[in-house]
């Protein structure tokens, strides 16, 4: 699948909830319209199926390793159907010497799906070597996390990149809850800015404060390789959290 629209502050720069040229903001929305017209993206970054990249994690050249998978778009974005969907979990199913990861803005939906999916396997719980996650990445969609608990499936993690403000809790009534943040039943974090041209600058205090939640709550952290971290970022600073280190996997859009 390729293709998406912007449906939070995330998705590009300031203005992304309003109309703008095609190609500003989004990193794989600006690949996409670049390539239009090319064989791997003939209408650019409007939503397309592409039913024939389900064979590549089939084939015997992908030894068995972690698969990002629809980086170039968002597996429950609303123009893909449910047995769409489902053709992608059947073959994520099948293949289970590999690890799939994946990442939405849209975890409503996903929850939607999942537990038809579920229904229609016979399953009690989406299987460990299939990991769902969503981004955050600010205070107003904590509540995604909310959404992502309440999926029943082994692996759950959640992307703060590009992080775009601290996640506290401008309404909370005691001060002391400001800066808390549920990390119940969450496995893994990941924590990174923006990264390219005109990106929106991190502050590194807000990352920080989520990695000592993390410590303090048993979730792995790891920071991203993509964005601009200073010198002092570099390593020391992360190793200490339950988790270190940068995720490597395959894309499968």
């Known amino acids: 699948m390729s293709g998406c629209d912007r449906v939070s502050e995330g998705c590009g720069d ?11 903001g989004c990193y794989a929305e600006a690949l996409a319209e670049r390539m239009r017209g090319t064989a791997a993206f003939p209408v650019g970054f409007d939503t397309v199926f592409k039913p024939w990249m389900l064979r590549k994690p089939r084939s015997k050249a992908w030894r068995p390793g972690r698969i990002f998978v629809n980086s170039m778009s968002d597996l429950f974005h609303r123009d893909f159907t449910h047995d769409q969907i489902a053709q992608v979990f059947a073959v994520m199913l099948e293949e289970r010497r590999h ?8 975890p409503e939906r996903m ?7 579920l229904v229609e396997t016979e399953l009690d719980q989406v299987p460990e070597h299939i990991w769902l996650g969503t981004s955050i990445e600010l205070a107003k969609y904590r509540h995604r996390a909310d959404v992502l608990r309440d999926i029943p499936v082994a692996v759950r993690f959640i992307s ?13 009534e005691d001060p002391a809850q400001r800066w808390d943040f549920d990390l119940t039943g969450i496995s893994w974090a990941i924590v990174g800015g923006e990264s390219g041209p005109g990106y929106r600058a991190m502050d590194h205090t807000w990352a920080h404060h989520i990695r000592d939640l993390c410590r303090q709550q048993g979730t792995a952290a790891s920071r991203s390789a993509r964005q601009r971290w200073h010198d002092y970022d570099r390593g ?18």
């Open 160 to 172: 703060f990149e590009p992080l775009l403000g601290p996640i506290d809790r401008h309404d909370a």
């Open 14 to 24: 300031p203005l992304a909830l309003e109309p703008r040229p095609r190609g500003s």
């Open 111 to 117: 929850r939607a799906m999942i537990d038809r999916w």
């Open 99 to 106: 690890d799939y990861l994946i990442l939405t803005k849209r």
């Open 236 to 253: 020391r600073a992360w190793r200490d959290a339950v988790g270190y280190g940068v995720i490597e996997a395959r894309v499968v859009e």
